[in-house]
């Protein structure tokens, strides 16, 4: 249905584009669009199945809040998009919180979040709208552009960045070299012609940024560090000019031409300093898009030809030689070598790979030749997920940065109003209104919110960066910031503390023989992934057992599973599953008791017999499953840091209690069912306790959902890592600690940035206030504050896991 016929409705149309999830059939999308349509004041619907998204066209009344009520009682879900853009012009706090409420008025947004320290916007919107956007950011005085595909490369000839900072102090050091000579009892100025003919080009030409910044945020009616420099700086160079025209013939006044000239200087060294800083903070990134090669070398009806990398599918055979790098995430079929994965798991050693195994793109392959036959291509490659990840988390603000917003919003009009208070102060307390300018003009200049603007998402950038070359991956900001507070860490035991692939060790019947044990629960377990349905099936095949066809599947969430076999009803599954059915287990309790001791995870078969029957125990399977070499040290450093271990697990309480004893883990939950992981979690969390749950199946995603921090190792599902807030790329236990660490690590670089970017303005400004800093000392302060900030932020890139990458 296309209601573009309907009548349309008054006043200019804002055109929404989202995507509705959950439809399968024409009727899902014919029903979202009759949703759409009859909202008043819709002028047209449209819904595509295809691609899932919906095209609105609306008047000013209908907002995203109306789209997305009409869309879910329709029974679907509204997916808005999300946008980044380029922020050109900001350079303080000040300026990020006008471009963001700029965007948050755009009808369609959702939210925006704008961070300095990578000067660009995120934005979720469920309108179609980035021309209004950018229309948005421009009335507010910046400019906004689409991120370029490649990245931009100088012209040829150009100028270097720093030539203005170099001219700068060529012109400004004739009129600083006064100041020193007086500090050394010489007393002489320059002519007043020359240090006028000095300033003015550093004043007007090379300082003409802070004007145009600073009128186009009084413009926007708010102000930033442009406006409080430009301010500044002109009140001294008008000063001198007036005393200069002013003076007596033959006398010379004292001039403040160096002033002016010198501040601006400093901040232009200042900001360009800074600037450079700011790129090294996006290392990991840089880092991370270099591991991808631009072309590959693919077998094609038996010959090798090298495309580029935009041309491969899924399914090519790709051929890596001796010493490449892996152009794509796929499955050995030919060869075996030694792959460098360190930059991608933080596994400072090669590691065999052979037919069968998986290789991740960005990799180095070493000695031998492989043949990859291709999985995953472009956006859905491991290296890709990575790069947004870490892209994510840099761009998304920690929850503390808000409280420095609201601050920044109201920074910059208070300082200009205790400059003004300073000027009239002075100017009551009986001094020349020279003095009172100079003073007015130092508070002025001092004050600086650049430095708290940078202060959070610089460090927040440095240490996610660091994490990331590590392998362990920050999903977000508040992940981090949460992350350094943890005081109870929650294990699953299967895959996350043990290597999860546990062997069947034992398998004794009830009665009977074990073959046919064996057989009966093969046949429950055929098609199943589960760890311990793969140990039974392998066990299977190597014993040479015959395994019966099973009918009527159906697998027990959390206990078991059932299927009718040679024509019996069976189920295999935990203690619990047996209870529930009235079997009874006696005649292998004692058998069953001493294998749990020794740390087995036990299964028992079942036959339920006739109807009236009563069920009959078969036997039971017992698995054993090794510990991960890096466990017990995981536990060990949580609980040298004062962090609580828990271990929530399925498996009966015997198993768990032995894994328990053997880690020396705190607490033990046992044969905790999937859907009640997340109760446990909850529970822990009473008391104000703050709960990490490491995990790695789809039965741990709402426990790690539900802890204030959820660790997925990637050795596990996909599902558990979209649950989780953090990743360990190599499923390592021993990197909890380490992504823990390097939390704690990056909230004190947060919480140190705060601390001087605040008390550098507390304690400046009233000293610039009484007359206790000169402008051109109160300039430089403020220009080598915010470099201050990010080379702090940067001691984070040395940070390494303990014992070094393992």
Known sequence: MNTSDLPAAAGPLTRWDFGVEGMTCASCSTRVEKALARLPGVASASVNLATERAAVEADATVDAAALQAAVEKAGYA???????????????????????????????????????????????????????????????????????????????????????????????????????????????????????????????????????????????????????????????????????????????????????????????????????????????????????????????????????????????????????????????????????????????????????????????????????????????????????????????????????????????????????????????????????????????????????????????????????????????????????????VAFDKTGTLTEGRPELVAAEPADGARSQLLARAAALQAGSEHPLARAVTAAAVREGVTVPPADALTAVAGRGIAATVEGRALKLGSSRFMDELGVDLSPLADRAAQLQADGRTVSWLADLGDLGDSPRLLGLLAFGDTLKPSAADAVRRLQAAGVRTVLVSGDNRGAAAAVAAQLAIDDVRAEVLPEHKAEVVAELKQGGAVVAMVGDGINDAPALAAADVGIAMSTGTDVAMHAAGITLMQGDPARVADALDISRRTWAKIRQNLFWAFAYNVVGIPLAAAGMLNPVIAGAAMAFSSFSVVSNALLLRRWKPEGGAR
């Open 78 to 488: 509204m997916k808005p998009q999300a946008l980044r853009l380029n922020i050109e012009g900001m350079t303080c706090a000040s300026c990020v919180a006008r471009v963001e409420k700029a965007l948050n008025r755009v009808p369609g947004v959702l939210s925006a979040s704008v961070n300095l320290a990578t000067e660009s916007a995120d934005i979720v919107s469920a309108a179609d709208n980035l021309v209004a956007l950018q229309a948005a950011v421009e009335r507010a005085g910046y400019r906004a552009t689409l991120p370029a595909v490649t990245p931009e490369v100088a012209p040829r000839g150009a100028l270097p960045e720093w030539w203005p900072v170099a001219l700068a102090i060529a012109l400004s050091l004739p009129l600083a070299l006064p100041m020193v000579g007086m500090l050394w009892g010489a007393h002489w100025m320059l002519p007043g012609g020359l240090q006028f003919l000095l300033a003015t080009p550093v004043q007007f030409w090379l300082g003409a940024r802070f004007y145009v910044a600073g009128w186009k945020a009084l413009r926007a009616g708010s102000g930033n560090m442009d406006l409080l420099v430009a301010l500044g700086t002109s009140a001294a160079w008008g000063l001198s000019v007036w005393l200069w025209l002013t003076a007596a013939p033959g006398t010379m006044p004292h001039l403040y031409f160096e002033a002016s000239a010198v501040v601006i200087t400093l901040v232009l060294l200042g900001k360009w300093l800074e600037t450079r800083a700011k790129r090294q903070t996006t290392d990991a990134i840089r880092a991370l898009n270099a591991l991808r090669p631009d072309t590959a070398r693919v077998r094609r009806d038996g010959i090798e030809i090298e495309l580029p990398l935009a041309q491969i599918v899924v399914g090519d055979e790709v051929v890596i030689r001796p010493g490449e790098r892996v152009p794509v995430d796929g499955d050995i079929v030919d060869g075996a070598s030694q792959v460098d994965e360190s930059l991608i798991t933080g596994e400072s050693l090669p590691v065999a790979r052979q037919v069968g195994d998986r290789v991740t793109g960005g990799a180095v392959n070493g000695e031998g030749r492989l043949m990859v036959r291709t999985r995953a291509i472009g956006a859905e490659t491991v290296l890709a997920r990575i790069v947004r990840l870490v892209e994510s988390a840099q761009a998304k603000k920690a929850p503390i940065q808000r409280l420095v917003d609201r601050v920044s919003a109201v920074f910059v009009p208070v300082v200009i109003g205790l400059a003004l208070l300073t000027f009239g102060g002075w100017m009551i307390a009986g001094a020349s209104a020279e003095t009172a300018l100079l003073n007015a003009v130092a508070v002025l200049v001092i004050a600086c919110p650049c430095a708290l603007g940078l202060a959070t998402p610089t460090a927040i950038m440095v240490g996610t960066g660091a994490a990331a070359r590590h392998g362990i991956l920050i999903k977000d900001a508040e992940a981090l910031e949460i992350a350094h507070r943890v005081s109870v």
